[in-house]
């Protein structure tokens, strides 16, 4: 039994020591620590960054001389007028001067013009008014003020026969010939008559008010209906039934 186990851990040893390493998959797969130098390089060519063997170094001067110095630079690099593609003036600028902002410079003058309300300026307000004069005031819009009194609405005008009232007045469906029509050329007549209209209701007060619907002179019915140039009287008998 003993030399069993002892075969088994052996076994388990030497498949162990086979297994590869795995190796770092942050380098990239074959990649050392070459590559990513080689990278790094290629990409400071690309974006204009000199690599950094390229680029010499000296130690900062912080003496306040050296500092002066070069705040000068900078100041006469920025003047208005200096010619060193800054864009800080008007050359360069799109032929804009800058603003020459200074803390030297007087403060900018306060402009109230007129048409500009001061209403919410307290200090403003409080040496205009008082609670007298808004009292005074209140009082005088009170006196301006007038009550119109409700007046009885107008006798309406007789704009013709009343086609709701006529239309609650017959029961049959469109198309029913009620009325007797004789003639020649019906459909003629008919697509004549009905194109001087805008509107099937006002066709059909036309109709009604020239002997319709017992008599059709413009053959404005030629089916006998009643209802002129296609006129539906059902959305207003619909209308009566639900209210």
């Known amino acids: 039994m003993m030399t069993r186990v002892s075969f088994v851990l052996v076994a388990v040893a030497a498949l162990a020591a086979c297994q590869p390493a795995v190796p770092d998959s942050g380098k990239g797969v074959g990649f050392g620590d070459q590559f990513t130098a080689e990278q790094r390089a290629r990409e400071a060519a690309l974006s204009g960054v000199p690599a950094p063997s390229q680029v010499a170094s000296a130690p900062l001067d912080g003496s306040a001389e050296a500092t002066a110095a070069e705040t000068a630079r900078v100041l006469a690099a920025t003047r208005s007028g200096a010619s060193n593609g800054l864009g800080n003036d008007a050359t360069t600028n799109s032929g804009v001067a800058p603003l020459d902002a200074s803390p030297s410079n007087p403060a900018p003058p306060v402009l109230n013009a007129a048409g500009i309300s001061n209403e919410n300026n307290f200090d403003a307000v409080s040496g205009q008014r008082s609670i007298e004069s808004d009292a005074a005031r209140l009082a005088a819009n009170r006196a301006q003020y007038q009550v119109v009194q409700p007046q009885a609405l107008p006798?309406?005008?007789?704009?013709?026969?009343?086609?709701?009232?006529?239309?609650?007045?017959?029961?049959?469906?469109?198309?029913?010939?009620?009325?007797?029509?004789?003639?020649?050329?019906?459909?003629?007549?008919?697509?004549?008559?009905?194109?001087?209209?805008?509107?099937?209701e006002q066709a059909q007060i036309a109709f009604l008010s020239s002997g319709g619907p017992e008599r059709d002179r413009k053959g404005m019915d030629p089916d006998g209906d009643g209802f002129a140039c296609s006129w539906d009287p059902t959305p207003f008998r619909r209308a009566a039934q639900q209210g």
Do not use: M, W
Request: glycine share 8%.
């Open 155 to 200: 006798d309406r005008v007789d704009g013709g026969p009343n086609i709701v009232a006529y239309a609650l007045q017959t029961s049959h469906a469109p198309g029913t010939q009620v009325y007797r029509r004789i003639g020649l050329n019906k459909q003629a007549k008919f697509q004549r008559a009905c194109a001087e209209f805008a509107t099937p």
